[in-house]
């Protein structure tokens, strides 16, 4: 099967369409036939080199597809239309691929009013948006500020704090604003406006603006970023954290059930074949993409 790889850290010239056998899934684990999977920001990263590696690296964390096997113990069918996550900056195979083998609890049941190239951009952001918002620990009334909130991650925290009762702003783009009201923020702040010093209960801190998104908290709040290492220093009483995602099929199906309700929006800027992920990585490296661009197979 094909399968994006990189070998050598650099630019989107670094991934190559690489070949491998298909792999079989063992006790507990199903084999999907990848129909999307998107690519997100951390792809580039783990391209870059950022995550470093010493070996041929996979790219990929979002998939949607069809299951192909199933191994024994697992409650899954061949047919069944899932979506899942899966996580770590070293794997050998990502879900750029034909084919993926996953543990049957990291997955979950598609959105039945998505296609799979919409519901492929779901897994990843929506989970570490979730995820990220148990970590906040916030509570209905208390106010939430969330820089880069159009982005795939802030959106949905936009979208799943909303309706947990909290006070949303949004921080991002002036030509974003309408975007991000839309899906359930307060108020929004313009990208190079100062959000209200001190003045929030909890940061989500999406777009990675460190002390300048920190200077926001009020004394004893909470800061949560995306990218574990590199929070700045806690100052005030503020609890500083950084979120490592998880794969949760049991999360995971319950954002699946709010995309059917229409709490959670896929948006899908391009699509690329799964051998042009190279030219898919120059795109996104190009910047200004209303939502995910997504490889089909």
Known sequence: MRA??????????????????????GPGQVRIKVSAAALNPVDAAMRSGVFGGETRIGLGFDVAGTVDIVGPGTAWSTGDRVIALVTGHHKPLGTHADY????????????????????????????????ALR??????????????????????????????????????????????????????????????AAGFDGVLDAAGLGPDALAAVRDGGVHVGLWPGQEPRSERGIRVDAL?????????????????????????????????????????????????????P
């Open 100 to 131: 993926v083998v996953l543990d049957g609890d990291t997955l979950a049941p598609a959105p039945t009013t998505l296609d799979d190239v919409h519901a492929a951009t779901l897994p990843l952001n929506t989970s570490t948006a979730a995820q």
């Open 244 to 296: 490592s995602v998880r794969a949760d099929g049991a999360l995971l199906t319950e954002l699946s059930c709010l995309a059917d309700e229409g709490v959670l929006r896929a948006r899908v800027a391009e699509t690329y074949p799964l051998h042009s992920a190279a030219a898919a990585h120059a795109r996104l490296a190009e910047g200004g993409l209303p939502g995910r661009i997504v490889l089909i």
């Open 4 to 25: 994006a790889t990189v070998a050598r850290f650099g630019g989107p010239d670094a991934v190559q369409i690489t070949e491998h056998p298909i792999p079989e899934p």
């Open 135 to 196: 970590l906040l620990s916030l509570t209905p009334g208390q106010s939430l500020l969330v820089t880069g909130a159009a982005g795939g991650v802030g959106a949905h925290t936009v979208e799943l704090a909303h309706r947990r009762g909290l006070e949303v702003t949004g921080l991002d783009s002036a030509a974003s604003g309408e975007y991000v009201v839309s899906r359930g923020a307060d108020h929004f702040v313009a990208r190079g406006q100062t959000p209200t």
